[in-house]
């Protein structure tokens, strides 16, 4: 009898702390970190470069464009300015786990070999600690893929509204 008690003691204490870890990793409130994706071209002229930037629901869409008029190098930033939907804000939030998302590389691949461009994902939380992960235009990174993909299709739509090339 003794040991049956023990063991379900044991038992008992073994879970309980498996519910205190998985209730200290709760998901956290999309509103304290910022959430950055963008793509780049080095040799480019044109509007050769864009980020949108997330935070809670509220969506800052940055264009760069580099152009030569009259033969002087030119640079123009267009900002754009739009809210997430409360469903499109829960799946990006359900797709990060920032623990695991700082302890990717920096960069992947060759991002901006010859001109082939670069995308990258950069979180900000609310005690300003960042991570920038870098990787070629088009490719994936195998542990943020799902999260890669919705931000470049995201965007992708914020481009086709606003950019007129």
């Known amino acids: 009898m003794k040991g049956i008690l ?3 003691l044991l038992l008992f204490l073994v879970l309980s702390c498996d519910f205190i870890s998985i209730e200290s990793k709760a998901t956290f ?3 304290t970190i910022t ?24 969506v800052e869409f940055l264009v760069k464009e580099r152009n ?17 939907l409360a469903e499109k804000s829960e799946s990006i939030q359900k797709m990060i786990n920032i623990e695991n998302f700082f302890k990717l590389n920096e960069i992947y691949g060759c991002p901006d070999c ?13 005690d300003k ?8 235009f088009g490719k ?3 542990e943020i893929e799902k999260l890669i993909n919705l931000l470049r299709k995201e965007r992708e739509a ?8």
């Open 140 to 142: 994936n990174v195998p």
């Open 29 to 31: 409130d999309l509103s």
């Open 35 to 58: 959430i950055k994706s963008g793509q780049s071209f080095g040799f480019c002229v044109g509007k050769c470069h864009s980020e949108m930037t997330i935070k809670g629901q509220n």
């Open 158 to 165: 914020l481009h086709s509204k606003y950019v007129k090339q």
């Open 6 to 8: 023990t063991l379900f």
């Open 114 to 126: 010859a001109d082939g461009g670069t995308e990258w994902i950069e979180i900000i939380t609310a």
């Open 129 to 136: 600690k960042n991570k920038k992960v870098t990787f070629e």
């Open 68 to 84: 030569f008029e009259t033969g002087v190098l030119v640079n123009k930033e267009y900002i754009y300015k739009e809210f997430v």
